[in-house]
């Protein structure tokens, strides 16, 4: 990720036509974009089109732009300019090269809540678990992931790693905590 600006920051520099901005853009909400369109039915090529349809309408709104967070969340407002891109997509009809599910058109149903709901603590996960790796010991990581993760047994970690089993306890309770703190500060900073 080329920038752990707050996203208040990076609509600024968006605003202000900064090209590093565009690619900190994608970097930090590109897979968020593109997973929810899987989601909601898009083939792979299709969805990462969408990623470029949403920076385009981005493009024509942020002139000028300024951030006002009484009048909604970004969350609300990048789910809001998902749901029109694939929109838009699907009004282009029969001659477009993508077929969009018809399910995709109801966007006030709980389907389209759920999978937005699921794509965003995905992206949350994803990105406090970049933040906080680089804090781990690959022991903890590894205990982590075969524990917490795939659901090994704690005895078998343990062997497998060739720590203690109360290590492989210590480090699922110490990452959870953090991960659980990290994604607050997201969500508190992003709405």
Avoid at 24 to 45: E, K
Wanted: glycine residues 8%; hydrophobic residues 40%.
């Amino acid at each position: 990720m080329g920038s752990l600006t707050t996203h208040t920051e990076l609509l600024g520099r968006l605003a202000d036509s900064d090209p590093l901005a565009w690619r900190d853009f994608v970097d930090r909400y590109g897979g968020l974009i593109s997973g929810f369109a899987r989601r909601r039915g898009l083939q792979d090529a299709d969805a990462e089109d969408l990623v470029q349809d949403v920076l385009m309408a981005m493009v024509k709104v942020l002139p000028g732009f300024q951030y006002d967070r009484g009048r909604g969340s970004f969350r609300g407002y990048l789910k809001t300019a998902c749901l029109n891109a694939i929109r838009r997509r699907q009004a282009r009809g029969p001659a477009a090269t993508v077929e969009v599910p018809s399910a995709v058109a109801d966007d006030a149903d709980a389907v389209v809540q759920e999978a937005w709901e699921a794509e965003w603590r995905k992206y949350h996960m994803g990105l406090a678990w970049q933040r906080l790796a680089g804090e781990l010991s690959q022991a903890d990581r590894s205990a982590f992931q075969l524990y917490a993760v795939e659901g090994q047994e704690a005895a078998a970690t343990a062997q497998t790693l060739g720590v203690s089993v109360d290590r492989v306890y210590q480090a699922k309770s110490r990452i959870l905590k953090r991960l659980s703190t990290l994604i607050a500060e997201q969500v508190a900073d992003e709405g």
